[in-house]
């Protein structure tokens, strides 16, 4: 059985912290909203809500590398080799994969952390 308070103290700390952020900048309001809108509700059951962002509902933010490999066989495509624009291409989808790095690195860091802390309460 988890402890209620323990995950209601918890997720009073998570919203105080995001509104932190929200408040700094760091965060927009719809991202803040966001996130929110993910977290269990201190409700007593402790249950994760049920909502899920829209856009990652659809796919449409997945990398897809059949995809791009079909784009790069069009000449007319950035993603063509011999596309004069092909480098501005590549140095955007190299931007992407080092975005999602750090932010895969930092979501677990962020996770490790809060999965120590619960466990020493």
């Known amino acids: 059985m988890p402890d209620q308070a323990g995950i ?27 996130i929110q809108a993910q977290l269990p509700q201190p409700n007593g059951n402790g249950q994760p809500s049920p909502y899920v962002d829209a856009k990652y509902v659809s796919g449409g933010n997945q990398f897809n590398p059949a995809w791009v490999a079909q784009q790069a066989q ?18 955007g989808l190299a931007q992407k ?21 619960m466990r020493k309460f």
């Open 8 to 34: 209601t103290r918890s997720l009073n700390a998570i919203h105080n912290e995001l509104e932190y952020l929200a408040s700094s900048g760091a965060l927009s309001p719809p991202q803040l909203q966001s």
């Open 97 to 117: 994969f080092g975005n999602a790095a750090v932010y895969g690195a930092g979501a677990t860091f962020g996770a490790d952390v809060v999965n120590d802390v």
């Open 74 to 91: 069009d000449p007319s495509n950035p993603a063509h080799p011999q596309h004069p624009k092909h480098h501005e291409w590549a140095k």
